[in-house]
């Protein structure tokens, strides 16, 4: 990253402050023309992460003469399970430092260094997008998916692979509705019916209740029904110019109807006629049937560089499904009922991160 010598915020070294309430609108100022920043880096994630899970957050700011030139969010997840982390950002799929010059984003990286010494974590972590630290341990087991979007929808429609486009025309055959929702009952059902089906511990009703109140009109909760009722839903993220579908699933009839094809394609026409030029298709893990199934819509994948700086711990962490030690564990979640699995499971989640 180069910085002018001309320019005069690049001589004043920058100091580095904890985010207060009075600075979330400065802050969101800033991400909202961060080249770096993504909706990952927005203040209002401190608020959810504190109150959805009870994790203590550490959001770092540098300025200078007032202005702030770089934000890193942070939190802190101790779990006796889990092991004791500082990452940027849990619960996210991006996150590290969002800098516009060299000197802001160096001094919050020493800045987050000391204070992972400071906790004795086991790791820090920052989930970039670009390899930052190239002497860091890295987990070589995310990719993202990002496309653009035509402003013609027709242009999108046949842009996807022909066998992909053959599922699309099927959910519009069997007449599927979608529908913009402002409460998150209908979502919360698809969603956790989904996940219990996977054998993954579905988050709470509380942690996207925050999402939406939290984020607003930035977080949409689109449901996908036949006959008025619920067969698959989305809650996306907005962020500039892109869209995110974040959390999603459907119930035991979605695959028949061809409702999740049929709901993606329905997120992507409508963001095409509000002008929207990304979406963003998200995390996944390779070889995983989610892999295969955004790659199926003609994205192509690119990886995610998760870094880690071993603070106390010996070597990365491995808490993903893919584990084989976790391979009982998901088996036995599958068959607990799922009221139970939606009463126990967001104590599991939260310190998963």
């Not at 927005?42 to 300025?63: M, S």
């Not at 160096?106 to 906790?119: H, K, N, S």
């Not at 979502?187 to 989904?194: E, G, L, P, R």
Request: net charge neutral.
């Amino acid at each position: 990253m180069s910085i002018e010598l001309d320019d005069p915020v690049s001589i004043t070294p920058p100091s580095v402050h904890y985010m207060q309430p009075e600075d979330y609108e400065r802050w969101d100022q800033f991400i909202s023309s961060c080249p770096d920043a993504t909706f990952f880096h927005r203040a209002g994630w401190k608020t959810v992460i504190e109150r959805a899970f009870g994790h203590k957050t550490w959001f770092l700011y540098a300025e200078v003469n007032g202005d702030i030139l770089g934000v890193l969010p942070l939190a802190e997840v101790k779990s006796v399970l889990f092991g004791h982390s500082l990452s940027a950002l849990p619960f996210c799929v991006y996150g590290g430092i969002a800098a516009i010059n060299e000197q802001a984003w160096e001094a919050l990286d020493q800045a987050a260094q000391a204070l992972a010494t400071q906790l004795s974590v086991d790791f820090l972590e920052y989930r970039n997008r670009e390899t930052q630290h190239s002497g860091w341990p890295t987990k070589d087991l995310y990719v993202t998916f990002r496309k653009e979007i035509d402003p013609d929808v027709e242009k999108n429609m046949q842009a996807i692979p022909r066998k992909q486009r053959a599922m699309v025309r099927k959910g519009i055959k069997a007449e599927l509705q979608s529908v913009i929702d402002q409460d998150i009952e209908r979502f919360f059902f698809a969603y956790a019916t989904s996940v219990h089906r996977l054998g993954t511990p579905v988050f709470s009703k509380k942690y996207f209740q925050l999402l939406k109140e939290v984020f607003a009109e930035d977080c949409e909760l689109m449901i996908i029904t036949k006959d008025d009722k619920t067969v698959s839903s989305v809650m996306s993220f907005y962020f500039r110019d892109e869209v995110l579908p974040y959390y999603g699933g459907g119930t035991d009839s979605a695959r028949n109807l061809a409702a999740n094809d049929f709901m993606y394609w329905e997120l992507m026409r409508l963001a095409c006629e509000k002008g929207v030029k990304t979406f963003d298709f998200g995390r996944s893990k390779r070889n995983t049937g989610s892999f295969s199934f955004k790659k199926n819509w003609g994205f192509e994948p690119q990886p995610l560089h998760y870094e880690y700086q071993l603070v106390k711990a010996k070597e990365i962490p491995d808490h993903n499904p893919l584990n084989p030690k976790y391979q009982l564990f998901i088996k036995a979640w599958r068959k607990l009922p799922l009221s139970v699995a939606n009463l126990v499971g967001p104590h599991i989640v939260k310190n998963l991160g």
